[in-house]
């Protein structure tokens, strides 16, 4: 028998109905002999919905409350799954984050997972029960109700699968796994069968929604196999069947992998970004630390970083950050580092796009950059900026060129190509 975790979105459980198919999807699991525990998203909409009303008393909502007013969303849920896997004669047990306990930071909005205290679900376990466990919260040490963010079930629901040692986890979503790009840009994108955990990792930085970036860091960490699947098939197919669908993301070593991986696994793009460039600052040890370090102090997270050759003793610095954050940067910036730092100007953009390729083969393979750019060059599309890793080169473009780009560098890396 195995144990598996298997996380529902919003979508998944966005209706009774669906609710109900949920449970038929968990009771099959559990009646093949494997032990289940399932951590549901709030229904879909209902975060959304629940952070307005707090913004109709609030405008900006103090983050503490608007954490016990967003956890309650997914409370709702486990309660109602529970009740419709009790009416199928599956015994269940529901828990909030704060009843397991997933304990977490102080962080309001944006929590890390610290620990997870795991005897009551194992106890629920060997008891033969279902356990249905809140995602995307917990509680600090003060006993404060924290929410992970935005994506934070399958952080959740990957933290859970660490911590009991699962034999994978499953992440129900509304699409039937990863894919070369997004199929609503790129028609001709395929679902990938496999793909490693770096990969994934560096797929979910640069802009793929299939899966949440810490999500993907716990499970890489812990070598927890998770699969992507889709919730929205019929949940009666067989086990054996729906063991082998979606996207199993694992390690390059595992025996699922194809002995010669492509050069490319795939495209991703993420429109969420601003660009902030910091002009004439004096070019000396502990500028960028200048800068930078209050942007971390309020919690804002700075992406690709650029520098420019510095003249006269001066130089340029650009960064992006997410462009929910980018106000809140730029006030920042121009309030206590401009008078600090003495630079000439700020200014921003939000009007960028950033489009990434990633693969493990690129290791291995040479001109995968020049490609890329000469691609780029022949459709006529600026780059503004360039970051590299081992595996993932990522650019920074107009936001206008965004699909234009993505389209031709799929069909020049040839990923419609099985």
């Known amino acids: 028998m195995a144990l598996i975790v298997q996380k529902f979105g919003g ?13 038929r999807r968990v009771a099959k699991w559990r009646a093949a002999g494997h032990g289940l525990v399932v951590v549901p998203s709030a229904m879909a909409g209902e ?34 799954l529970s009740m419709a896997l009790l009416e199928l004669g599956v015994k269940a047990k529901s828990y909030s984050g704060w009843q397991v306990k997933i304990v977490t930071n102080s962080a309001y909005n944006k929590a890390r997972i610290i620990a ?5 679900i194992r106890r629920d376990l060997a008891e033969g029960q279902v356990v249905v466990v ?20 399958d952080t959740s629901a990957v933290a859970l699968a660490a911590a009991l040692k699962a034999d994978e986890c499953h992440i129900f979503t509304d699409v039937d796994g990863v894919y070369t790009t997004d199929p609503r840009i790129v028609p001709e994108a395929r679902r990938l069968r496999t793909i490693t955990f ?7 930085g640069a802009g793929s929604k299939v899966l949440q970036i810490r999500s993907v860091e716990f499970a890489g960490k812990y070598r927890v196999p998770t699969r992507v699947l889709s919730s929205l098939t019929d949940p009666l197919i067989t086990v054996a069947e729906e063991a082998q669908a979606g996207t199993l993301i694992t390690f390059e070593d ?6 010669e991986k492509a050069v490319i696994s795939g495209v991703a793009f993420n429109r969420d970004e601003a660009k902030i460039t910091v002009h004439d600052v004096p070019d000396r040890p502990g500028i960028a630390y200048a800068i930078l370090g209050p942007i971390a102090d309020a919690n804002i997270d700075v992406d690709v970083i650029v520098q420019n050759v510095g003249h006269d003793g001066m ?17 920042l910036l121009k309030g206590q580092v401009q008078p600090h730092i003495k630079c000439r100007d700020i200014t921003g953009d939000e009007r960028i796009a950033k489009v990434s390729i990633v693969g ?26 360039i970051s590299t890793s081992e595996i993932k080169i990522t650019v920074v473009i107009e936001e206008k060129y965004t699909e234009l780009a993505v389209r031709v560098l799929h069909k020049a890396f040839e990923l419609d190509q099985a």
């Open 198 to 204: 770096e990969e994934m990792l560096e797929m979910a």
């Open 116 to 120: 997870i205290d795991d005897a009551a």
């Open 315 to 331: 130089t340029d610095m650009t960064f992006t950050v997410h462009r929910s954050d980018y106000a809140r940067a730029v006030k």
């Open 254 to 259: 595992d025996p699922h992998m194809a002995m």
């Open 11 to 23: 979508t998944s459980v966005g209706s009774v109905e669906r609710i109900r198919n949920v449970a």
């Open 47 to 80: 975060t959304n919905r629940l952070i307005a009303l707090a913004k109709e008393i609030q405008p900006h909502p103090d983050p503490r409350e608007l954490d016990v007013v967003a956890a309650t969303g997914e409370q709702v849920t486990i309660g109602l």
């Open 360 to 385: 493990m083969g690129m290791r291995s393979h040479a001109g995968i950059a020049a490609q890329m750019f000469r691609t780029l060059a022949e459709e006529g599309i600026n780059i503004q900026m």
């Open 134 to 153: 809140a995602g995307f919260q917990g509680v600090d040490e003060a006993g404060n109700v924290t929410t992970l963010g935005r994506g934070g079930s």
